[in-house]
């Protein structure tokens, strides 16, 4: 069960981290970019673009395969709006996190436990309002390699208030060229090697929501915007297609592109939680979703 490494490194940083536990990844950089969003009702539209970087390593700590393992991420967001004068939020979203993996004795059963601290707003803010904890606590049965179950609980600590959420997981290498992970209405992944060790394809479902913390924001001091949908399970995802070329053994460059929808935007004050009159509290109609980017990994398949 050694690759489930992977897919806790995919819990721990407050979900910044993508992680597949087809491929071993040790560093991620990536620029996204997201078509302008009409807001319904209004004139208004909210561009948004990312930069991300992660890099994640564990080390074995005996000859049962157990693990530690660490890591980092950062994230900078941007995002503009068309108003009469046009207003752009910069957003750091800064975390690291720690998880240990522990196999027992008849290998069928492993557990794990992660925890990670984010720092996510414009820094401008108090510090101590930026700070997300997050921990989880899973167990993972697998009969085998091919096919590996996860059921556990994930808490974070978000400006809104405390967040549980159940967790409930499969990793499943089908055959040789296809293989499948989920996370429940987190994370869905299908991948399929037209060429193995050098073209990977598939598709991509993943939560994209996030919380963060802004001070003078339209004339409110210290305020915080989070993002949800109005239909179950509540998340905005992304839907895409993407494509991974390996070159030099290790290096990966890779494109996705498709759809991020159902998303909307609620704005809150820190002082006494009421909605703040802003562009940030409405429906996001769906926008196009492109990342290119480069990584180093090592093949499980």
Request: glycine share 6%.
């Amino acid at each position: 069960m050694n690759r489930l490494f992977w897919l806790i490194v995919g819990l721990l940083s407050y979900q910044t981290i993508y992680a597949q536990s087809s491929y071993d990844e040790l560093l991620h950089l990536s620029y996204d970019y997201f078509t302008p969003s009409s807001i319904p009702g209004t004139s208004t539209k909210l561009s948004r673009q990312h930069i991300n970087f992660s890099g994640a390593y564990g080390w074995d700590l005996n000859y049962q395969g157990d693990l530690l393992s660490v890591g980092l991420a950062y994230q900078g967001l941007e995002l503009k709006t068309t108003l009469d004068e046009p207003q752009t939020l910069n957003i750091h979203n800064t975390s690291i996190g720690l998880g240990w993996l522990k196999n027992w004795k008849n290998l069928s059963w492993a557990s794990s436990v992660s925890i990670g601290l984010a720092a996510v707003s414009d820094y401008q803010s108090s510090i101590n309002s930026a700070f997300q904890n997050s921990f989880s606590a899973n167990l993972h049965y697998g009969k085998s390699e091919e096919l590996i179950w996860t059921f556990g609980v994930l808490y974070s600590d978000q400006p809104f208030g405390p967040w549980v959420f159940p967790v409930l997981g499969v990793d499943w290498n089908i055959n040789d060229r296809l293989y499948f992970s989920t996370i429940l209405f987190s994370h869905a992944y299908l991948e399929y090697a037209i060429k193995p060790k050098f073209w990977y394809a598939g598709v991509e479902v993943k939560e994209m929501g996030m919380s963060f913390v802004v001070s003078e924001f339209q004339n409110q001091p210290n305020s915080y915007i989070t993002s949800f949908s109005e239909a179950f399970p509540y998340y905005p995802y992304a839907m895409t297609v993407f494509n991974d070329f390996y070159f030099a053994e290790r290096f990966s460059l890779f494109v996705k592109m498709g759809t991020l929808i159902s998303r909307a935007n609620r704005h809150f004050s820190l002082q006494n939680e009421p909605l703040v009159n802003s562009v940030y509290n409405n429906p996001v109609k769906p926008s196009f979703y492109l990342q290119t980017g480069l990584a180093l990994r090592f093949r499980n398949f």
